[in-house]
């Protein structure tokens, strides 16, 4: 069965410095979406991405975050410079459709940061 | 603003019981919802959704959805629990364009 992968599945910082995390979406899939889950609440949408253009990303922390999907496939998402307030869990979906549709998001394992 | 609601931070049954995790949200045109589960340290397993049709939704893992426009519900149920259900269930909405709005989550526990 087709999954998203991420990586790295764990990942621990010092405040100030640089953190990347990858996707690799689930093949076919035309929609990808970063979200950031903090202990004990539930994922928040940061940016979703139809194909390699950018369609929502008004959650995304522009100052400090980047993400891009060059190709259309994979996606990288950057945190320049961390903070502790980014302590979470970094997930990736990815849906078969267009935006607008109403498909079923699948969401790889995630990346749990920590920022000391 | 679109909202989800989950009522219950936790709910505990016993194994054998039937089980039901609640979950409102906000009303805007036709709601798209939906249930996942997330195991610790994991990320979200699709369980089921409701796009349109039956009010009813059956889904993964023996669980079932009851959609309730009247009362702006879509509570989670299962006949029977099993102590491997025990997990991390999210309710979520789709609220335009495919972004999911989330719920705070329910723990649910099921002891043998």
């Known amino acids: 069965e087709a999954e998203v992968a991420q990586s790295p599945r764990y990942k621990i910082t010092e405040k100030s410095q640089a953190v990347a995390f990858w996707c690799d979406p689930i093949?076919?899939?035309?929609?990808l979406y970063w979200y950031r889950q903090i202990l004990g609440q539930g994922p928040e949408l940061l940016v979703q991405?139809?194909?390699?253009?950018?369609?929502?990303d008004s959650q995304l922390p522009k100052d400090r975050f980047s993400a891009e999907r060059l190709k259309g496939v994979d996606s990288t998402l950057k945190i320049q410079p961390a903070e502790l307030g980014d302590s979470a869990m970094y997930l990736c979906a990815s849906s078969l459709g267009t935006s607008g549709s109403t498909d079923t998001q699948y969401f790889g394992p995630g990346t749990r940061l920590t920022v000391l | 603003a679109q909202s989800v609601a989950q009522p219950e931070d936790q709910v505990n049954v016993a194994e054998g019981n039937p089980l039901t995790v609640k979950c409102t949200y906000s009303v805007s045109g036709n709601p798209y919802l939906f249930w996942y589960v997330q195991y610790p340290n994991r990320g979200l397993q699709f369980l089921l959704k409701?796009?349109?049709?039956?009010?009813l939704v059956k889904g993964s893992y023996g669980f079932e959805a009851e959609f309730n426009k009247s009362q702006t519900s879509f509570h989670l149920k299962k006949p029977s629990a099993l102590v491997s259900d025990s997990a991390l269930y999210f309710c979520a909405k789709d609220n335009q364009g495919g972004k999911l709005i989330f719920g705070q989550g329910t723990e649910l526990s099921v002891k043998p």
């Open positions: 093949s076919g899939h035309a929609t």
């Open positions: 991405f139809q194909d390699e253009s950018v369609v929502d």
């Open positions: 409701y796009i349109t049709g039956d009010n």
